[in-house]
């Protein structure tokens, strides 16, 4: 596996992990009231965004390199 594509697949996890995290905190913000999980939630959903981006551009700088 090369490095570009170890870094994708890092990546997707990476988007995956922090999207559910911020749905699960902002769902036990309505659970429990708590108004850190909401900052919590947001911020995670936040960070997914963020990688998104940085994933769309990682992609476009590199579309020249292959995967092995």
Same mark, same amino acid.
């Given at each position: 596996?090369?490095?570009?594509?170890?870094?994708?697949?890092?990546?997707?996890?990476?988007?995956?992990?922090? *999207? $559910?995290?911020?749905?699960?905190? !902002? =769902?036990?913000?309505?659970?429990?009231?708590?108004?850190? &999980?909401?900052?919590?939630?947001?911020?995670?959903? *936040? $960070?997914?965004?963020?990688?998104? !981006? =940085?994933?769309?551009?990682?992609?476009?700088?590199?579309? &020249?390199?292959?995967?092995?």
């Amino acid at each position: 596996m090369s490095l570009k594509a170890f870094h994708i697949a890092f990546i997707v996890i990476s988007i995956l992990f922090t *999207g $559910l995290f911020g749905v699960w905190g !902002i =769902y036990d913000f309505f659970a429990s009231g708590s108004v850190e &999980n909401l900052l919590m939630g947001v911020f995670s959903l *936040g $960070l997914a965004v963020a990688l998104i !981006i =940085y994933s769309s551009w990682f992609l476009k700088k590199l579309k &020249n390199v292959s995967f092995l």
